[in-house]
C-alpha cells in the first residue's frame, strides 16, 4: 500500500540554520503531497502542498518541490526561526481517496 | 470561527473501560475524519464520515470500536473495553462539503490506557 517515509527526528538547530527534512514516498498513481506542521499544544495545520510532478508549494519560507523521479517531497527553509519549532508530517492523498496517508512526523527544535 | 473541537484533550482508562472522544467540526463542515497516532508512529486513518452516514471505515479495528456523526452535536470515537494497545493520540479533522478542500484538524485526544 501506500506509505511516507521521513527523516529520523530530532532536529536540532540554530536560529538562522538551514533546514532540510526528508520526505520520500511510495504510492501507486499520482498522489497529491502536503507537509503539516502541528505546533506544541495545537492541531496539525497544512504548511504547503503539491498537486503534480514538478510544483513547487511554498509558504511562510518553507518550500517543498514534488519530484516524481525520485518519489520525494523534502521540505526546506533558508533561514529558521526559534518559532519554526514544532513537529512537521509529510503526507500524501491519492485522488478521490479523501485519506492522508503520515509519515511519522520530525520534531524541530530551534534554538536562540 | 472557533477550529475543530476536541474534548478532552487527556482521557485516562483502565483496562476493559470504556472510552469516548469527542470532536466537533468548524462550523459549516459536514465532513468528519479520525485518525490515530500510535508511540513512534505516523497518523493513521482510521474513518471519514458525513453526518448519520459512515463513509468509510476501513482504517477502523473490526472490534471494540465504532464511531458516529448524528445530525445534532459533535462526532463520536468510541472504544469499548480498551486494552493498554489503545493508548494514542487521537486526531479529528473535517472539512467543507466540497472535495478537495483542505482538512482542519484538532488538537487531539490523548488516552492512556493503565
Known amino acids: 500500500g501506500d506509505s511516507v517515509t521521513q527523516m529520523e527526528g530530532p532536529v536540532t538547530l540554530s536560529e538562522e540554520a538551514f533546514l532540510t527534512i526528508n520526505c520520500t514516498y511510495t504510492a501507486t498513481g499520482y498522489p497529491s503531497l502536503f507537509w503539516y506542521v502541528q505546533y506544541p499544544g495545537e492541531g496539525l495545520q497544512l504548511l504547503l502542498k503539491?498537486?503534480?510532478?514538478?510544483d513547487k508549494g511554498s509558504n511562510k519560507g518553507f518550500e517543498a518541490t514534488y519530484r516524481k523521479e525520485t518519489t520525494s517531497f523534502h521540505l526546506e527553509k533558508g533561514s529558521v526561526q526559534v518559532s519554526d519549532s514544532a513537529v512537521y508530517f509529510c503526507?500524501?492523498?491519492?485522488?478521490?481517496?479523501?485519506?492522508?496517508?503520515f509519515g511519522k512526523g520530525t520534531k524541530l527544535t530551534v534554538n536562540p | 470561527n472557533a477550529g475543530v473541537m476536541q474534548n478532552p484533550r487527556h482521557l485516562v482508562r483502565r483496562r476493559g473501560q470504556e472510552a469516548r472522544l469527542r470532536c466537533s467540526p468548524m462550523k459549516g463542515h459536514s465532513h468528519v475524519y479520525w485518525y490515530r497516532q500510535l508511540p513512534e508512529e505516523g497518523l493513521k486513518f482510521m474513518v471519514y464520515?458525513?453526518?448519520?452516514?459512515?463513509?468509510?471505515e476501513s482504517g477502523m479495528p473490526k472490534e471494540r470500536f465504532s464511531a458516529e456523526f448524528p445530525k445534532e452535536g459533535p462526532s463520536i470515537l468510541r472504544i469499548q473495553q480498551v486494552v493498554r494497545g489503545d493508548s494514542a493520540a487521537y486526531f479529528c479533522?473535517?472539512?467543507?462539503?466540497?472535495?478537495?478542500?483542505?482538512?482542519?484538524f484538532g488538537s487531539g485526544t490523548q488516552l492512556s490506557v493503565l
Open positions: 464520515l458525513q453526518k448519520e452516514n459512515i463513509i468509510d
Open positions: 479533522a473535517s472539512s467543507p462539503p466540497s472535495f478537495n478542500e483542505k482538512l482542519f
Open positions: 503539491a498537486t503534480k510532478a514538478d
Open positions: 503526507a500524501l492523498e491519492q485522488g478521490g481517496s479523501e485519506k492522508l496517508v
